[in-house]
């Protein structure tokens, strides 16, 4: 996990030194938790929201994934109205449930779950 808070926020990047929250996400799933590899979507600019969107529902269907309750594991889907705004991944660290997350210009960061939630008009978790 310290690896990943050692990285830097980049536009479209996917590591291993360098992610987007996408690129985060994707890695993460597939090196911690052992999770086969999402697309990758380097191509899609972070501040495209209508096709982060658009992808977020792709993915759901490609990866076959379902909505759950908030676990280990999980991706965090961020809303804003419609669009979806920004990803991270529910992680445990010191026996605390985080969701890990990098942007600009704050970089990779451990957020307590409700903080995450309160900055979103609405979070949905998949699995």
């Avoid at 501040?47 to 280990?72: G, N, S």
């Avoid at 920004?86 to 957020?111: F, K, M, N, Q």
Wanted: proline fraction near 9%; charge should be negative; glycine fraction near 8%.
């Amino acid at each position: 996990m310290i690896r990943y808070l050692n990285t830097r926020y980049v536009h479209g990047g996917r590591g291993p030194d360098e992610y987007d929250c996408w690129g985060l996400v994707r890695a993460v799933r597939s090196e911690i938790f052992g999770l086969p590899e999402l697309p990758s979507h380097a191509d899609v600019p972070p501040p495209d929201k209508r096709r982060m969107t658009e992808l977020c529902a792709d993915i759901q269907e490609c990866a076959h994934l379902v909505e759950c309750e908030p676990k280990e594991g999980a991706i965090a889907t961020a809303w804003a109205g419609r669009l979806c705004v920004h990803v991270g991944i529910l992680v445990v660290a010191d026996s605390r449930p985080w969701i890990l997350e990098t942007d600009e210009p704050t970089g990779p960061t451990l957020t307590p779950i409700r903080t995450f939630e309160s900055r979103f008009s609405r979070v949905v978790y998949y699995d």
